[in-house]
């Protein structure tokens, strides 16, 4: 069994802002509408999203035995002020993928375990594990929002056939986004669902994005031009504007890179 406070420690040592131990149990279609999502066709023309949609819920399906998902956070911070390219915040920095996936494999040799490194090409939602490992809540604008960052975070994972000695608790904060609406405002293309109050569930599964609409999509996976009835709004390269908008990105600390 891992010592849950051992594993945080390294991943400190390694160099990430937070770790959070989730147990291998699936999702629920109300933590994560995924099915649902689909079937709007909210997914544009992703159709590698329609794809190992049983293994994007349960993580016991990509690894066989998991029994732990390891979820940590790198913090990188605003978009930088000065710059006028259009180039969102992510963006902006060296691409991730590059810095986190070793830094994850790190992780995983100091534990000594076998398992799965995720650093985004992987079948997982990094957003709903991170969440169910405590590490923040899904906002309104789909992304995940920490009480430390905001969202200007990235994300990974390593699922493990290992057992913890302690997992983490949901976010204290988890109901904040169905009391705001900054992010759904924000967006001059209406990409963003609007809420509805009928009940829990209902609340839930309206935090999804239309791709179709979204800013983000058409600059950076798509390569058809924008359809001439949406608003790039400057942006050249993804878009921050749902982010922007959100309360707990106005000040952010903790270590950023």
């Known amino acids: 069994m891992l010592n849950s406070a051992d594993i945080k420690r390294m991943a400190a040592e390694v160099g990430f802002d937070a770790c959070g131990i989730a147990r291998a149990d699936a999702l629920t279609d109300e933590e994560y509408p995924l099915r649902t999502w689909l079937a709007r066709g909210w997914h544009a023309e992703l159709q590698y999203m329609e794809r190992n949609v049983e293994k994007r819920m349960d993580p016991r399906l990509l690894v066989e035995g998991a029994r732990s998902v390891i979820c940590v956070v790198s913090a990188y911070g605003p978009p930088d002020p000065d710059?006028?390219?259009?180039?969102?915040?992510?963006?902006?920095?060296?691409?991730?993928?590059?810095?986190?996936?070793?830094?994850?494999?790190?992780?995983?040799?100091?534990?000594?375990?076998?398992?799965?490194?995720?650093?985004?090409?992987?079948?997982?939602?990094?957003?709903?594990?991170?969440?169910?490992a405590g590490l923040g809540w899904i906002g309104r604008h789909t992304l995940l929002v920490t009480p430390q960052w905001g969202s200007w975070v990235n994300l990974g994972e390593i699922v493990t056939t290992e057992e913890c000695s302690e997992y983490s608790e949901h976010s204290e904060y988890s109901d904040f986004c169905s009391k705001c609406g900054r992010c759904v405002a924000a967006c001059p293309n209406q990409a963003l669902a609007p809420l509805k109050q009928s009940s829990n569930q209902a609340i839930k599964q309206s935090y999804m994005l239309n791709l179709n609409r979204c800013t983000a999509y058409y600059t950076t996976h798509h390569q058809r031009p924008m359809p001439t009835d949406l608003d790039a709004h400057g942006y050249t390269c993804g878009c921050d504007l749902c982010q922007l908008a959100c309360p707990f990105n106005q000040k952010v600390g903790g270590k950023i890179k």
Not at 108 to 122: E, F, H, M, N, P
């Open 83 to 132: 710059r006028t390219d259009g180039v969102a915040a992510y963006a902006q920095r060296r691409e991730y993928h590059e810095v986190m996936k070793p830094m994850l494999q790190e992780l995983k040799a100091r534990l000594g375990i076998d398992g799965k490194v995720c650093c985004d090409t992987v079948p997982i939602s990094d957003k709903h594990w991170a969440a169910r």
